[in-house]
């Protein structure tokens, strides 16, 4: 079984920067886009950004790009999160998952709090 496990969140004032960091510790899986998702209180999870396998094709959500960066390492099994120039509606909790074909994997983390103050 996947195990999704993210990392990296915290408090950071407007205009910080944060790096998030998801390792997959479970079944290893390959081949397979990895993404990132938040959750801020009372809204439903979106979509942050896309990583192919290859690492040659990203994809970003209107409201982050410019200022995030998603890499991933396949021989750690890890998928990382560079986040700029944050603001205080980035305010979430942050997931990552594994894309298996067009759908996203069941299998979620815990998440990592990201919290960003005015």
């Known amino acids: 079984q996947v195990q999704l496990v993210e990392s990296g969140g915290g408090l950071v004032q407007a205009g910080g920067s944060l790096r998030l960091s998801c390792v997959n510790s479970?079944?290893?899986?390959?081949?397979?886009?990895m993404g990132w998702f938040r959750q801020a209180p009372g809204k439903e999870r979106e979509f942050v950004a896309i990583i192919s396998w290859s690492g040659d094709n990203t994809k970003y959500a209107d409201s982050v790009k410019g200022r995030f960066n998603i890499s991933r390492d396949n021989a750690k099994n890890t998928v990382v999160l560079q986040m700029n120039s944050l603001k205080p509606e980035d305010t979430a909790v942050y997931y990552c998952?594994?894309?298996?074909?067009?759908?996203?994997?069941?299998?979620w983390g815990q998440g990592t709090q990201v919290t960003v103050s005015s």
């Open positions: 479970g079944r290893t899986v390959s081949g397979y886009s």
């Open positions: 998952n594994i894309q298996y074909g067009t759908r996203w994997g069941r299998d």
